[in-house]
């Protein structure tokens, strides 16, 4: 069974502070993803990467950024923590698409507050 | 621009009822579809997609939607609802991409009851 997983399922966390939110995947995946997940709203794009070193914007990139250093890691990183940033975190991961999407698999999500 | 739109936030169903949760989108190319689902406290797995093959998919736990252009909908339905079906739906579309990632595109969801 394709395996991602997220470094904790709950996070309380101080306005200002720097927060890593941690993803791994087991299944050699090119692609993986960060979203967030408000009520409402759905599921937003945060940031993704497709490859070790490589990230792109998604649709809501201001706040975070990301690191890729290894293929089965993908950190996303809160610089300096908002209470607008109290959210759902979700990360997917996916193979290489060279025609049809491909499935995304998420991860069970880290609901991080930030007081 | 690719978007979607499910229609109703909330569906509230009696067991052994049909459901039909609905969705229609927008994009400018031929898009992919998928339905996730997203139980409590747990992540979203898929449920079926729709990639330009036949226009009535099956996906897992009975469930199947119908991709129709001229509607430009893709409404997921199941002939029973079962007390297990109650969870949080998404309805995603897939612009086409050709460099190897596809992102995905949430409709904000419909929260599914199913009562005895």
């Known amino acids: 069974d394709v395996k991602v997983t997220q470094s904790s399922r709950y996070l309380v966390k101080r306005t200002g502070e720097k927060v890593f939110l941690e993803c791994v995947q087991d299944?050699?995946?090119?692609?993986m993803f960060w979203y967030r997940q408000d009520p409402g709203l759905g599921l937003r794009l945060i940031y993704f990467?497709?490859?070790?070193?490589?990230?792109e914007k998604g649709d809501i990139p201001e706040g975070y950024s990301v690191s890729r250093e290894k293929k089965e890691r993908f950190s996303l990183i809160l610089e300096s923590a908002s209470t607008n940033q109290t959210s759902m975190y979700l990360c997917?991961?996916?193979?290489?698409?060279?025609?049809?999407?491909?499935?995304?698999?998420f991860g069970p999500g880290t609901r991080l507050t930030v007081l | 621009a690719q978007s979607v739109t499910q229609l109703d936030s909330h569906v509230s169903v009696s067991e052994g009822t049909p459901v039909l949760l609905r969705c229609n989108y927008s994009?400018?190319?031929?898009?992919?579809l998928f339905w996730y689902v997203q139980h409590p406290n747990k992540g979203l797995q898929l449920l079926l997609k729709?990639?330009?093959?036949?226009?009535l998919v099956k996906g897992i736990n009975g469930f199947e939607a119908e991709f129709k252009k001229s509607e430009t909908s893709f409404h997921l339905t199941k002939p029973s609802a079962h007390m297990s079906d109650a969870a949080e739906y998404f309805c995603?579309?897939?612009?086409?991409?050709?460099?190897?990632?596809?992102?995905?595109?949430f409709g904000a969801g419909t929260r599914l009851a199913v009562h005895p």
């Open positions: 997917a991961s996916s193979l290489y698409s060279s025609g049809s999407p491909k499935e995304q698999f």
């Open positions: 299944m050699d995946h090119e692609n």
């Open positions: 990467s497709y490859d070790v070193k490589m990230k």
């Open positions: 994009s400018s190319y031929s898009p992919s």
């Open positions: 729709y990639t330009s093959a036949a226009t």
């Open positions: 995603v579309v897939s612009p086409f991409f050709s460099g190897g990632y596809n992102k995905l595109i």
